[in-house]
């Protein structure tokens, strides 16, 4: 008989995968994740510190190049045609720009997803006229509807988020209710409703968990998608209005001078590459990670570094 006293402990593949390793080990993503941190936190923080700053007019300051310590530290990225800081207002611009994407993909994934669960599950019928509806939403250009939606209602942060959300439900519909008609054929589904499982508790409790990943992995794409969208309506003018402002609206703004100050666009297109990029980055490497069927990609690395 084997002495369980001497048993060695069990690897780290076997009580689970470690995100954080993983994610330390793909030099790229975890780059993409500290710039996606950096990001969010001017986007918390950015208002409350450099608000002031960032709306403070210098006449004397007007169109001032980047790249001197002259003015300040503020002035480095230079100055926009009133005279206020380009660095200030790119960190209080983060706040509405990952406030609307942030809003957008989480309500469209919310509803999505919920409609995806009910249309994959459910009968035929019902499954139908939720189809029905997501091909009705899909049959208009997005940034259409965007454009009569906001001249109508009026550009604003609220209506921005409604109008793209509504336009990008249909994407989290399909996936959910693609992915839940195959996870309920599993054992472990059948076996919940042997044991006389409801109907919501089969779909929150067990058919929900396998088909969140899917999900998480979507919306950190969609979350690039959204931003550009949202920067794209802004720069055609029908976006956010000052006094708030958007990484699109500086880019918009900045476009009579591109010829004689050409960082008032730069700078804030910059941010929207380099947060667009970071999010695909993120993205491919959380499609390899919560998938346990390619996750040994991930794990193979250790062993060789090892």
Not at 41 to 57: C, E, R, V
Request: no cysteine; proline share 6%.
């Amino acid at each position: 008989m084997a002495d369980l006293s001497i048993a060695k402990p069990a690897p780290e593949t076997a009580r689970g995968p470690n995100l954080f390793s993983m994610l330390w080990r793909d030099k790229l993503a975890f780059v993409a994740a500290v710039v996606l941190l950096l990001i969010v936190l001017f986007a918390l923080f950015g208002p409350s510190l450099l608000g002031d700053l960032a709306t403070k007019q210098n006449l004397r300051g007007r169109n001032f190049p980047p790249f001197s310590f002259e003015r300040g530290w503020e002035f480095f990225l230079g100055g926009d045609s009133l005279g206020r800081p380009m660095l200030a207002r790119m960190i209080v611009a983060a706040h509405s720009t990952i406030l609307i994407a942030a809003g957008t993909v989480l309500s469209a994934m919310v509803v999505g997803a919920g409609l995806g669960l009910v249309a994959g599950y459910m009968g035929k019928t019902t499954s139908q006229v939720i189809m029905r509806l997501a091909d009705v939403i899909m049959s208009f250009p997005s940034l259409l509807i965007a454009v009569v939606v906001l001249y109508v209602l009026g550009p604003s942060i609220p209506n921005m988020i409604l109008v793209l959300a509504i336009t990008r439900i249909p994407i989290y519909l399909r996936t959910t209710r693609a992915e839940v008609l195959e996870v309920r054929e599993r054992m472990f589904v059948q076996a919940a409703t042997v044991m006389g499982a409801s109907h919501a508790r089969i779909i929150l409790r067990h058919i929900l968990p396998v088909v969140a990943p899917t999900l998480v992995t979507i919306a950190t794409l969609d979350f690039a998608f959204v931003m550009l969208a949202e920067s794209s309506l802004s720069f055609l003018g029908i976006g956010v209005q000052p006094p708030d402002i958007t990484w699109g609206l500086m880019v918009a703004q900045g476009r009579p001078y591109l010829n004689t100050a050409w960082w008032l666009a730069f700078w804030p297109g910059l941010m929207i590459v380099i947060t667009a990029l970071s999010l695909n980055l993120l993205s491919n490497w959380m499609r390899v990670a919560l998938d346990p069927a390619q996750r040994w990609r991930l794990e193979t690395r250790k062993t060789k570094n090892v």
